[in-house]
């Protein structure tokens, strides 16, 4: 099947973007003149710009459309009033999770959603078959594109374009830019202070541009997928086919806070209940490398006798640290600050069990 482009695609080719395939999705890894080392800098430092326009876009709309989102997905929309934005699960019947997605309550008629790309349809088809007469489920994935500025200028940029600055973390606000109605919306995957701009597709050239021009004085940088995962890896954010997928649920993923458990009914709440009570599932862990050894997705964790204990499920060098991280399921018995060892390439390399995050978040400074 040929891969989906992104409404920006000529202006990451004219950046010299080293591209791969991502969701379905022809994007951006990295860029020419530095690559994801000086990306994630950028983010950490001033302030990155990346095209996520392969996330998902759906609209649930009709009256009790933020009842009937409640009743499926996991987090407890009644948690967040309007105008403010919340992450949550989608899960199956069984407790796994079809996605992990932002919703958005722009009113009791209207919920806004983001999936990732890959599982957008899946997500929608579920919430069509399951709304009631009156409620529609629209798939918008083509419709708008998303740019995230992220970092600590992050601020300095967006006020330039005379864009709002002053909402909280998981808030959005409408506003204008380039003569288009965009939703600016506080959030992000970096673990910075950032934003998330929401803009119809046959805008988001005018906006890129718009964007990298006020950000020039801040040392804006265009960032590939490279470095986003780099930076929510050091966060510990979890990306759905390594860190949740239908096999691994969202206690599985230690992601129970984004669960509305005293809920009378959401998709998989019974499973979910029983893997909670039980506390038999492996779950979620942070590791961090003791020597120089670099973890990556599907090596074996053991105990030092050599013992089964997990598997990595994302891992990389972190830029911050310089040194090896990872997230890995592991069985509920190990400790925090046990060392455990990695098979890294047939050499065992030793890493510390830990909680992340791997770097201290800026996501809610003011």
């Given at each position: 099947m040929d891969?989906?482009?992104s409404?920006?695609?000529?202006?990451?080719?004219a950046?010299?973007?080293?591209?791969?395939?991502?969701?379905?999705?022809?994007?951006?890894?990295?860029?020419a003149?530095?690559?994801?080392?000086a990306?994630h800098?950028?983010?950490?430092?001033?302030?990155?710009?990346?095209?996520?326009?392969?996330?998902?876009?759906?609209?649930?709309?009709?009256?009790?459309?933020?009842?009937?989102v409640?009743?499926?997905?996991?987090?407890?929309?009644?948690?967040i009033?309007?105008?403010k934005a919340?992450?949550t699960?989608?899960?199956?019947?069984?407790g796994?999770t079809?996605?992990?997605?932002?919703?958005?309550?722009?009113?009791?008629?209207?919920?806004?959603?983001?999936?990732?790309?890959?599982?957008?349809?899946?997500?929608?088809?579920?919430?069509?078959a399951?709304?009631?007469?009156?409620?529609?489920?629209t798939?918008q994935?083509?419709?708008?594109?998303?740019?995230?500025?992220?970092?600590?200028?992050?601020?300095e940029?967006?006020?330039?374009?005379?864009?709002?600055?002053?909402?909280e973390?998981?808030?959005?606000?409408?506003?204008?830019?380039?003569?288009?109605?965009i939703?600016?919306?506080?959030t992000?995957?970096?673990g910075?202070r950032?934003?998330?701009?929401?803009?119809?597709?046959?805008?988001?050239?005018e906006?890129?541009d718009?964007?990298?021009?006020a950000?020039?004085?801040?040392g804006i940088?265009?960032?590939?997928?490279?470095?986003?995962?780099?930076?929510?890896?050091?966060?510990?954010?979890?990306?759905?086919?390594?860190?949740?997928?239908?096999?691994?649920?969202?206690?599985?993923?230690?992601?129970?806070?984004?669960?509305?458990?005293?809920?009378?009914a959401?998709?998989?709440?019974?499973?979910?209940?029983r893997?909670?009570?039980e506390?038999?599932?492996?779950?979620?862990?942070?590791?961090?490398?003791?020597?120089?050894?670099?973890?990556?997705?599907?090596?074996k964790?053991?105990?030092?006798?050599?013992?089964e204990?997990g598997?990595?499920?994302?891992?990389?060098?972190?830029?911050?640290?310089?040194q090896?991280?990872?997230?890995?399921?592991?069985e509920?018995?190990v400790?925090?600050?046990?060392?455990?060892?990695?098979?890294?390439?047939?050499?065992?390399?030793?890493f510390?069990?830990?909680?992340?995050?791997?770097?201290?978040?800026?996501?809610?400074?003011?």
């Amino acid at each position: 099947m040929d891969l989906l482009h992104s409404p920006l695609h000529d202006r990451h080719v004219a950046l010299g973007a080293k591209l791969a395939a991502f969701g379905g999705w022809d994007m951006p890894l990295e860029y020419a003149g530095g690559g994801v080392l000086a990306e994630h800098k950028a983010v950490r430092e001033a302030v990155g710009l990346f095209d996520v326009s392969h996330l998902g876009k759906a609209l649930v709309r009709g009256t009790g459309a933020a009842d009937f989102v409640n009743e499926c997905l996991t987090n407890d929309l009644r948690r967040i009033e309007t105008g403010k934005a919340q992450y949550t699960l989608c899960c199956d019947e069984d407790g796994g999770t079809v996605d992990d997605l932002i919703a958005y309550l722009r009113s009791d008629f209207e919920v806004f959603l983001i999936p990732n790309a890959a599982n957008t349809a899946a997500v929608v088809a579920r919430l069509q078959a399951a709304a009631p007469e009156g409620i529609e489920v629209t798939d918008q994935h083509r419709d708008y594109a998303v740019l995230a500025i992220q970092g600590p200028l992050s601020d300095e940029v967006l006020t330039s374009l005379d864009l709002p600055v002053d909402h909280e973390y998981m808030s959005f606000a409408d506003a204008t830019i380039a003569g288009q109605a965009i939703t600016v919306c506080r959030t992000g995957y970096t673990g910075e202070r950032g934003y998330e701009l929401v803009v119809p597709s046959a805008s988001a050239g005018e906006v890129w541009d718009a964007v990298i021009a006020a950000g020039e004085s801040y040392g804006i940088r265009a960032c590939g997928l490279g470095a986003r995962d780099t930076l929510r890896t050091e966060m510990g954010y979890p990306l759905h086919g390594h860190e949740l997928s239908p096999e691994i649920s969202p206690v599985m993923a230690r992601a129970g806070w984004a669960v509305g458990w005293n809920k009378p009914a959401f998709w998989g709440k019974d499973e979910l209940e029983r893997q909670r009570a039980e506390k038999t599932v492996r779950t979620l862990r942070g590791l961090l490398a003791q020597g120089r050894g670099i973890p990556r997705p599907g090596m074996k964790v053991q105990d030092e006798e050599g013992g089964e204990l997990g598997e990595i499920t994302s891992g990389t060098f972190s830029p911050t640290l310089r040194q090896g991280i990872a997230l890995a399921l592991l069985e509920p018995s190990v400790a925090d600050g046990a060392t455990v060892i990695v098979d890294v390439r047939g050499r065992p390399e030793a890493f510390t069990v830990t909680k992340p995050p791997f770097v201290q978040p800026s996501t809610k400074e003011a």
